[in-house]
């Protein structure tokens, strides 16, 4: 089974074909998601800089993440909504871009290690939810999240300056 039909069919949607042919609808919606992914990694940062020692030591990391996620999971609902908008006005392209499938899988890890870090060491924040000295796997999780948001953002910038077949 191949996904280009599906692909094909998605990008010949009226609303896609008006995001690419447009004067104006690409350019919006590429604007709105540079500026949610900035608010996604800026949230996520704050929070890995917390848990790394280097910045808001007086802050408890269960209430700057109960203050700091709300925003953040907003701001990714939006970043998903405007990506995929984006993505279905040439979706045949971008599937085949290795930027886009490079920014894919860096996503992917970014989550599953939220999702270990929200398993594991955040399970028993309140044991050292003040310190400013955070647990090794704490520190591993928030390190390894900014390499990780850090590359979502390169392998971003690069999918427009990327051909199907790769740099």
């Known amino acids: ?5 599906i692909l094909t069919a998605l990008e010949n949607t009226g609303w896609a074909t008006a995001i690419r042919e447009g004067s104006f609808f690409f350019p919006i919606i590429e604007t709105l998601h540079v500026i949610a992914i900035t608010a996604v990694v800026g949230g996520i940062s ?8 280097v910045l808001a030591h007086h802050r ?27 993505f279905a006005s040439a979706a045949v392209r971008y599937a085949g871009n290795s930027a ?3 920014k894919f899988l860096i996503l992917l890890l970014a989550g599953l290690n939220m999702a270990a ?7 028993k924040v309140e044991a050292w939810d ?5 647990p ?3 520190r591993l999780a928030g390190a390894a999240s900014l390499v990780l948001w850090i590359g979502v953002v390169a392998a971003g910038r690069f999918i427009g300056f990327t051909d199907p077949a790769g740099p």
């Not at 089974?1 to 039909?5: I, K, R, V």
């Not at 704050?46 to 020692?53: H, S």
């Not at 870090?117 to 399970?123: E, L, T």
């Not at 003040?130 to 955070?134: G, K, L, M, P, Y």
């Open 1 to 5: 089974m191949t996904l280009a039909p």
């Open 117 to 123: 870090f929200h398993a594991g060491a955040f399970r």
């Open 136 to 138: 090794a796997g704490a």
């Open 60 to 86: 408890r990391v269960s209430r700057l993440t109960g203050e700091l996620l709300p925003l953040t999971w907003g701001a990714f609902a939006l970043a998903v909504v405007t990506g995929s908008l984006l």
């Open 46 to 53: 704050i929070v890995d800089l917390r848990l790394l020692g």
């Open 130 to 134: 003040e310190a400013q000295r955070t």
């Open 100 to 102: 886009f499938q490079l």
